[in-house]
């Protein structure tokens, strides 16, 4: 059974950085497309970063160009998302998602096309 566990959230002034980490555990074919979502009380969950692990291909949200970057650890099975120069609208919670079909691509951006996610952390910028 395949399991997405993140952690690493918390509270951190503007300007500042967290790292956060999604644990993989399972069948790994199930598991190369693994995206990054945030999500807001009464909004729906928006894109954030992907990667495809097998090849390292990586995709950015306009909004956190530059400031996030995605990363992985083949050997702890684990992908990171290190954010800096957080501001106060990144706060929300992150969620880890698996899109089981490893397709690369629109479909990445999408949380629909996901079908296995973490409980979440929360991510709280304070001005």
């Known amino acids: 059974q395949v399991q997405l566990v993140e952690s690493g959230g918390g509270l951190v002034q503007a300007g500042g950085s967290l790292t956060l980490s999604c644990a993989v555990s399972g069948r790994t074919s199930a598991t190369d497309v693994l995206g990054w979502f945030r999500q807001v009380p009464g909004r729906s969950r928006s894109f954030v970063s992907a990667?495809?692990?097998?090849?390292?291909?990586?995709y950015y949200g306009n909004y956190v160009k530059g400031r996030f970057t995605i990363s992985k650890d083949d050997a702890k099975n684990t992908v990171y998302l290190q954010m800096s120069d957080l501001r106060p609208e990144d706060t929300a919670v992150y969620f880890c998602?698996?899109?089981?079909?490893?397709?690369?691509?629109?479909?990445?951006?999408?949380?629909?096309?996901?079908?296995?996610w973490g409980q979440g952390t929360q991510v709280t910028v304070s001005s």
């Open positions: 990667i495809k692990r097998s090849e390292g291909l990586k």
């Open positions: 998602g698996a899109d089981s079909t490893g397709l690369w691509g629109g479909s990445t951006f999408d949380p629909d096309t996901y079908d296995l």
